[in-house]
Each structure stands twice: as structure tokens, then as C-alpha cells.
């Protein structure tokens, strides 16, 4: 089973992203279960403790972080990234990087819609193919 972490923040962007990569993962008949967090930085907390379970074989985390008017931007991207890194070195499975960090909501719109270069697909190969590689470990 695969755990997905969408982030509710900027959901229009967040909706669609999940989308693609349920898209992805019901084309793979994979087994998944979703769960949902306030904003970005919620996703280390909870990824941390998914990975903990012995439930899961990978997460997905999914979210959208975009720069407005303050440094709350950078900070928020620098936990997120650094969490998720330092998780996934930690981690027994494999932790799917699927937080967007764009200038513009145009950017974050132009990687989530669905018939265009959906990230969330992406997302969700990365995790079949990496579960894969570690079950070959």
C-alpha cells in the first residue's frame, strides 16, 4: 500500500496533482490511502510518522508552495525540503518528493493540470518504480 500526503494549502493546485497521480496509480492497480494535512509543512510530521508504520511500502507527498511578498516562501521550502531529505535517508521506504516550490501560481498551474505535464503522474511512477528498486535491495 502507498500512503498519499496532499496538503489542503493552495488546493486548486494540490486537487489536481493528486488527481493525476491517482490517475497513475489506479492505471498501475496499485493499493492506496490518502491523507490530508493543513499545508506543506505538515507533510514531514505526518510522512514521519507513516514511515514508522510498517503499513506502507512508499509516500507520496504532495503540495504547493508558492513565493508571495515575505521570506515565508524560502523558509517554508528550505523545512520541507530539508525534512523530506533527511527523512527519506532515514526512512526503511521510499519517500516521493511531490511538494511544487514556484514563483508564480501560473508556474505551480502550468505542472498540475491534468491533460498538460501533470506532476502528480510523475509522482506516482517515481513511487512504483522506487518501491521496486528497494524491494530488490
Not at 510530521?45 to 507513516?50: D, N, P
Not at 491534468?114 to 506516482?124: D, P, T
Request: aromatic residues 8%; proline residues 2%.
Amino acid at each position: 500500500m502507498i500512503a498519499i500526503i496532499k496538503a489542503n494549502f493552495n488546493s486548486e493546485i494540490t486537487n489536481l496533482l493528486l488527481q493525476g497521480c491517482i490517475n497513475e496509480l489506479n492505471d498501475q492497480q496499485s493499493v492506496y490511502e490518502i491523507w490530508e494535512v493543513p499545508g506543506a509543512v505538515e507533510i514531514v510530521g505526518l510522512a514521519s510518522q507513516l514511515s514508522k508504520q510498517n503499513k506502507y511500502q512508499a509516500i507520496i507527498t504532495i503540495g504547493a508552495v508558492i513565493q508571495g511578498d515575505t521570506d515565508h516562501y524560502t523558509y517554508v521550502c528550505e523545512y520541507v525540503t530539508v525534512g523530506l531529505s533527511q527523512l527519506s535517508i532515514l526512512s526503511p521506504i521510499p519517500i516521493v518528493f511531490g511538494v511544487l516550490t514556484t514563483q508564480t501560481e501560473e508556474l505551480a498551474m502550468e505542472r498540475a493540470a491534468i491533460n498538460k505535464m501533470n506532476k502528480g503522474k510523475e509522482f506516482a511512477s517515481c513511487a512504483i518504480e522506487m518501491i521496486a528498486l528497494y524491494n530488490n535491495i
